[in-house]
């Protein structure tokens, strides 16, 4: 009936029942090692208050047995490799905390995937290593706010330009394999953001989606090897060699927001800002 019970004497109370034991106030804070935990939680028992696992050599029977006997947070006190995070997180459906949300993990993309799955507090550096897809880059890139090393940059990569755009977000290694963007809806901001990403080849498979953008963000979506062949609108102002940029960027016509802006250039530039459909 008490609020104020230990580990220790859980494990004394366990030891001598097997029934149902409740716990008039289940929500008490318990701290102590895998095994002393695992103990005081065996059994039917309503604990729901957080637990911090202070020792580094757990197993995971354990983490099976804590995790089962409290709905709380669990947390462990200590910088946690890839592996024993994919233990972890493998045996639960819980939150996970940890106790240095902040430190760095290096792994495969799947082990770092089951690792960092579910609801976890890491924000720390990934070093990637061997080959990985789109989607496995999207949701380690999505579980933190730390940089991903990419170990190998030339893995050819293929998807939506959404998930694509969401794999490069935030800080990562330059990746120099190809993309294939699979879709026909995406967007000025996703070609930037996967463009500024790579230096690989882009094929789109729908080559002639309109975008609409600033000579800037042109620059951007369009630079490198990209086969678009789209209409594009030019907003804001723009200058004579951007707009040969642009054009020569896209065989579609090309609309100007503001058609009176001045240009001025060789008359090269000026042909080639020109050339084909402009309005």
Do not use: R, W
């Amino acid at each position: 009936t008490n609020n104020d019970y230990t580990v220790a004497e859980l494990i004394t109370i366990n030891n001598a029942s097997t029934g149902t034991i409740t716990l008039s106030t289940s929500n008490v804070d318990l701290s102590g090692t895998s095994a002393n935990l695992a103990l005081a939680l065996a059994g039917n028992i309503n604990h729901s208050g957080n637990v911090t696992i202070t020792n580094d050599d757990y197993t995971l029977a354990q983490l099976k047995a804590i995790n089962n006997g409290t709905t709380g947070t669990i947390t462990i006190q200590h910088d946690i490799e890839t592996s024993e995070l994919k233990t972890i997180n493998d045996a639960t459906d819980g939150s996970i905390t940890l106790s240095d949300g902040s430190q760095s993990l290096s792994g495969t993309a799947t082990q770092l995937v089951d690792a960092l799955k579910g609801t976890i507090n890491f924000s720390g550096n990934v070093t990637l290593t061997g080959t990985y897809d789109v989607s496995q880059l999207k949701t380690i890139n999505d579980a933190t706010s730390g940089t991903i090393t990419l170990g190998t940059t030339t893995v050819s990569l293929s998807g939506t330009s959404s998930d694509l755009a969401a794999a490069f977000a935030g800080t990562v290694t330059e990746h120099t394999g190809t993309v294939a963007i699979t879709n026909n809806n995406y967007t000025m901001a996703e070609l930037v953001t996967i463009n500024n990403a790579t230096t690989g080849t882009i094929t789109l498979t729908h080559t002639a989606v309109a975008i609409t953008g600033t000579t800037a963000q042109f620059a951007d979506a369009l630079d490198g090897s990209i086969n678009y062949t789209g209409d594009v609108t030019v907003t804001g102002s723009y200058t004579a060699a951007q707009l040969a940029s642009i054009n020569t960027g896209t065989t579609g016509s090309l609309t100007l927001d503001d058609p009176s802006v001045n240009l001025s250039g060789t008359s090269s530039n000026i042909a080639a800002a020109f050339a084909g459909t402009v309005t």
